[in-house]
Each structure stands twice: as C-alpha cells, then as structure tokens.
T-cell receptor, first 113, second 111 residues
Framework: AQSVTQLDSQVPVFEEAPVELRCNYSSSVSVYLFWYVQYPNQGLQLLLKYLSGSTLVKGINGFEAEFNKSQTSFHLRKPSVHISDTAEYFCAVRSLGGNQFYFGTGTSLTVIP | DAGVTQSPTHLIKTRGQQVTLRCSPKSGHDTVSWYQQALGQGPQFIFQYYEEEERQRGNFPDRFSGHQFPNYSSELNVNALLLGDSALYLC??????????FGPGTRLTVL
C-alpha cells in the first residue's frame, strides 16, 4: 500500500508572495503523483500530475511541482499567489497498474491581501 | 460536455436508516470510484466499479455497497447509518487508469 504525508496543515501567505506546499509519499512500488485543489463546497479539481518523464511538472493556474524520487517528495510551488488561490490542496498517489488513489490530509492555503 | 454529476447535493438521515447516492460519470468514462471525505480529512477510497463489477475495495465495512449500470452510472448504498458516516461523498470517473475527474459531492449528515 501507499501513503501520503502533507507536512503542513495550514499555510498562510501574503498575496503575490511565493508558496510551497510539501508532500511526501511512501511506497514500495513506482507511483503516479497528483495534486488536486478543492474550493469550499466543491469537488476536487486536478492541478497537475506526474506520470513519467521530466520531473518538473507544470499545471493549471501557474502551479508546478517537482518529483524527487530519492526524497520521495512531490512539492507544489507557485511563484506568486493570488487571493483566488485560497483553497484546500491535496496530494495523492496511485501505484502503476493500481486502481486506488491514496490522498494526504490536505493543506489549507490562505492568501492574505 | 457535462462533467461528473452527483445527486442529491445534501442529505439528512437518522441513525439506522439506509441511503442511496447517485453518480453519472463524465461522458466517455467507464470507471467510477467512490470516496468518503470526513470533515478536515482527505478523501478515503471506498471502492471502484468497472464493467458493472466491483474491481477494488478500500477498508470499509460491508454496510457500504455499490452498483454500476450498463450506462456506467453508479450508486453508493450505505445501510444501518452511523453518526460517523457523516461526510462528503465524492464520485470520480476515469477512462482506463489515469486521471480521475471528481464530482461536486453529496454532503450526508447523520443525526
């Protein structure tokens, strides 16, 4: 089985400042990695995914993430956040050939004007 | 193109009752997964349906059951409701094994 740890439950950041949301995973097999965003009272929307190839992945809304196999990490970054980025962010993993997604407990990002 | 839809949006039940939640997948998708998201937690995998059969199941009791219809839509049934079943129930659809698209969820409150 796999597991995901999101190290920060809450991250406050000022508008236009950079942000990094941390994600570490545990797995004995190769995995696919995902970041989802959840706005209040809504479902999850995919921000970006790592399946293979370049370890730097770019997603929607200016977000990017870097897969680091040696550190089993997949941290999410944005160089300049907006008020509209305030939301809950979830990191998830799925094993190659597996069907089940494993989610972290989420990081609440609050952008301060 | 409609995305994943779920009904109802909200539901209030009492302990011991039974509930049925419904999900219509994104057009062209053949696989449906169900998740339970308790308040302040990440989604927990309940089970996945493909070709009208349960393909994989998470760590949930048999009170949780499901069904997939020939048109790929799906139902989640929960029997003998407990207070701890109160959560947001998310449906996700996919084609093959990669990206899952999530619906808006059904908020279940058990009193």
């Amino acid at each position: 089985a796999q597991s995901v740890t999101q190290l920060d439950s809450q991250v406050p950041v000022f508008e236009e400042a950079p942000v990094e949301l941390r994600c570490n995973y545990s797995s004995s097999v190769s995995v696919y990695l995902f970041w989802y965003v959840q706005y209040p009272n809504q479902g999850l929307q995919l921000l970006l995914k790592y399946l293979s190839g370049s370890t730097l992945v770019k997603g929607i809304n200016g977000f990017e993430a870097e897969f680091n196999k040696s550190q089993t990490s997949f941290h999410l970054r944005k160089p300049s956040v907006h008020i509209s980025d305030t939301a809950e962010y979830f990191c998830a993993v799925r094993s190659l050939g597996g069907n089940q997604f494993y989610f972290g407990t989420g990081t609440s990002l609050t952008v301060i004007p | 193109d409609a995305g994943v839809t779920q009904s109802p949006t909200h539901l209030i039940k009492t302990r011991g009752q039974q509930v049925t939640l419904r999900c219509s997948p994104k057009s062209g998708h053949d696989t449906v997964s169900w998740y339970q998201q308790a308040l302040g937690q990440g989604p927990q995998f309940i089970f996945q349906y493909y070709e009208e059969e349960e393909r994989q199941r998470g760590n949930f009791p048999d009170r949780f059951s499901g069904h997939q219809f020939p048109n790929y839509s799906s139902e989640l049934n929960v029997n003998a409701l407990l207070l701890g079943d109160s959560a947001l129930y998310l449906c996700a659809s996919s084609l093959q094994e990669f990206e899952q698209f999530f619906g808006p969820g059904t908020r279940l409150t058990v009193l």
